[in-house]
């Protein structure tokens, strides 16, 4: 199969990785909740975003079932390709383990920026400029927020980044069927 053939079948057939996007929402959601407890050790509401970050996984298994999309395409090369940028991110979390010490405050800034910047190859992957531009403005804005505002403005303001772009791959999702849909007809 051609390389362009192989991106758009991932594209369709993981939906983009939307079920990994909407699971986020649910992720960032939990750890908003984590830092409106009336917990006063840092570390304590670190340690159970940590706990929060772990349940990845299986959470967008079983949001891949819910909107019906393949969770891991095994029959396409290019899923070697998305584990291994997954697994990058995984690397990064030893940075989070460090700022867990250095600047706890900040630990949660940390992770929703590396989280944005782990999303920019997946724009090359499915074909996505929601991908390049949501990375960008993630980082950056994260970044600027998280110095100055507390992990819950964080939280809230990554709750909010992370819907926009569930809606926009939404969007690029329903132009791909129909334009895949179109090409089938004719």
């Not at 362009?4 to 908003?32: N, Q």
């Not at 900040?106 to 499915?126: D, Q, T």
Request: aromatic share 10%.
């Amino acid at each position: 199969m051609e390389l362009e053939t192989l991106r758009d079948d991932l594209a369709v057939r993981s939906k983009r990785g939307l079920h990994f996007i909407l699971t986020s929402i649910v992720l960032w959601i939990g750890i908003l909740v984590v830092w409106l407890l009336p917990i006063k050790e840092v570390a304590i509401k670190n340690l159970l975003t940590f706990c929060i970050l772990g349940m990845l996984a299986p959470i967008a298994f079983m949001m891949s079932k819910l909107i019906k999309v393949e969770f891991s395409i095994k029959d396409n090369p290019l899923n070697k390709l998305v584990l291994v940028l997954v697994a990058n991110q995984v690397l990064y979390i030893f940075i989070a383990m460090w700022i867990y010490q250095a600047v706890p405050d900040k630990m949660a800034m940390i992770i929703a920026v590396i989280f944005g910047a782990h999303l920019l190859p997946f724009g090359w992957v499915y074909k996505s400029k929601a991908y390049f531009v949501m990375s960008v403005v993630i980082s950056i804005a994260i970044l600027l927020i998280g110095i100055t505002f507390s992990t819950v403005i964080v939280a809230s303001v990554m709750i909010g980044f992370e819907i926009l772009f569930a809606i926009w791959l939404s969007m690029e999702n329903k132009s791909v069927s129909i334009s895949t849909n179109s090409s089938v007809r004719t």
